[in-house]
């Protein structure tokens, strides 16, 4: 079983940043695309970035110019800085693993991580 481990969430202030990470424990992590997703209750979960097993990177529309994904492939772990977070950031954010080496809508064989809370106040 593939294991999906999110860090560096927590609690900050307005204008504030996190460096989120994601480890995961697939051998050949190369191979595949990458995402964070992040949902707040009642709602559905949105992309937030994602990229290419040829570091090709795509980003919701709210977080562009504020949150930077890259991966080390030889780490197998997947990074997201955020910058200049805002109250609306406020969610848990998961970290995808997708099946495919291009980014897309989730289907049923790729791997969710646990995810990890990201508050911000005011």
């Known amino acids: 079983q593939v294991q999906l481990v999110e860090s560096g969430g927590g609690s900050v202030q307005d204008g504030g940043s996190l460096r989120l990470s994601c480890e995961t424990s697939k051998a050949n992590f190369s191979h595949n695309a990458m995402g964070w997703y992040r949902q707040v209750a009642g709602k559905q979960r949105e992309l937030v970035a994602a990229i290419t097993s040829g570091g090709h990177t795509n980003y919701g529309d709210s977080v562009k110019g504020r949150f930077t994904i890259s991966r080390d492939d030889a780490r197998n772990t997947m990074y997201l800085p955020i910058n200049n977070l805002k109250p609306e950031d406020t969610a848990t954010y998961y970290c995808?693993?997708?099946?495919?080496?291009?980014?897309?809508?989730?289907?049923?064989?790729?791997?969710w991580g646990q995810g990890t809370q990201v508050t911000v106040s005011p």
């Open positions: 995808l693993l997708y099946a495919s080496s291009w980014y897309r809508s989730p289907a049923e064989n790729d791997q």
